[in-house]
């Protein structure tokens, strides 16, 4: 699978941006994604994932409520809209895919996205 993110920018603090991950290769649709960012000095964490079967998603606590990860089975597109966004939201942005179910791990997941830079200015 190879992935290949989008949407990043820069955007004021409160303000919104969607991130696109396009998939080729195999379908999404057996696949749990995952948004996982990292910040400047910082390591790799997770962000918010969409299990492989439907109907599930987790998200960290830091973005609970404020993002969205959905995905578009049609178009092997995943995407995270994240709303009310906070200068700590700051960071490179990463899909991430695996044949399986759930988990927060990085390591864990197999395929990856280039990243996509978001900084939120306050």
């Known amino acids: 699978v190879q992935l290949q993110a989008s949407g990043g920018g820069l955007v004021q603090a409160g303000g919104s941006l969607r991130l696109s991950c396009a998939a080729s290769?195999?379908?999404?649709?057996?696949?749990?994604m995952g948004w996982f960012r990292q910040a400047p000095g910082k390591e790799r964490e997770f962000v918010a994932a969409?299990?492989?079967?439907?109907?599930?998603?987790y998200y960290a606590d830091s973005v609970k409520g404020r993002f969205t990860i959905s995905r578009d089975n049609a178009k092997n597109t995943v995407y995270l809209q994240m709303n009310v966004l906070k200068p700590e939201d700051t960071a490179v942005y990463y899909c991430a895919a695996r044949p399986g179910g759930l988990t927060v791990v990085a390591t864990s997941y197999y395929y990856w996205g280039q990243g996509t830079l978001v900084t939120v200015s306050s």
């Open positions: 290769g195999r379908t999404v649709s057996s696949y749990t």
């Open positions: 969409d299990i492989w079967h439907g109907g599930s998603t």
